[in-house]
């Protein structure tokens, strides 16, 4: 584990804050996002149904497609939209808590979303999403470790 993660990743979240407040109003938690929310929902079910060989399923407001090849998705999964795309392991309710959260910033950002995370850069331990989100619950610290949380928008 990097020393200091805990101080490296409320800076993330200070710098996510700065540049939240640099987005026009508009474009966040707006019909604007909404529709990039919808369009990346739309590509979730067609990368999902094309690629997906498992069971899909609701939980809670994600589509959970699972069966996914691991060169379709990133670390354990990828949430697009309102879905959650993933392999063949057993999905826990803290790893959909944690994807669920991820839902709830497509809903806010929209379309900007993808190029928001990618910004944000690939280390969770840095990325202000992952970091909101729970590193605990998206197994990407122990469980009992304190991680800092974005507020909820």
């Known amino acids: 584990m990097t020393p200091h993660w ?5 800076r993330a979240i200070t710098r996510g804050e700065r ?6 109003g508009f474009l966040l938690d707006s ?6 929310y919808a369009y990346g929902t739309v590509v979730g079910f067609v990368w ?5 060989r498992g069971r899909v399923q609701r939980r809670g407001r994600l589509w959970v497609f699972t069966g996914m090849p691991s ?12 879905c959650f795309l993933t392999g063949d392991h ?7 808590a944690h994807e669920s959260v991820h839902e709830r910033q497509w809903r806010r950002y929209g379309i900007l979303m993808p190029f928001l995370y990618a910004f944000a850069g690939r280390n969770p331990l ?5 970091i909101a989100a729970g590193l605990e619950d998206g197994n990407y610290v122990p469980r009992g470790r304190e991680t800092p949380r974005l507020p909820k928008p």
């Open 19 to 24: 540049l939240d407040r640099m987005i026009p």
């Open 48 to 52: 999902g149904g094309l690629l997906s």
């Open 71 to 82: 060169w379709a998705f990133g670390r354990g999964g990828v949430c697009v939209g309102a």
């Open 6 to 10: 805990q101080d490296r990743a409320i």
């Open 126 to 130: 840095t990325n202000r999403f992952e």
């Open 31 to 36: 019909p604007i996002s909404w529709l990039g």
């Open 90 to 96: 057993v999905i826990s309710d803290r790893v959909i």
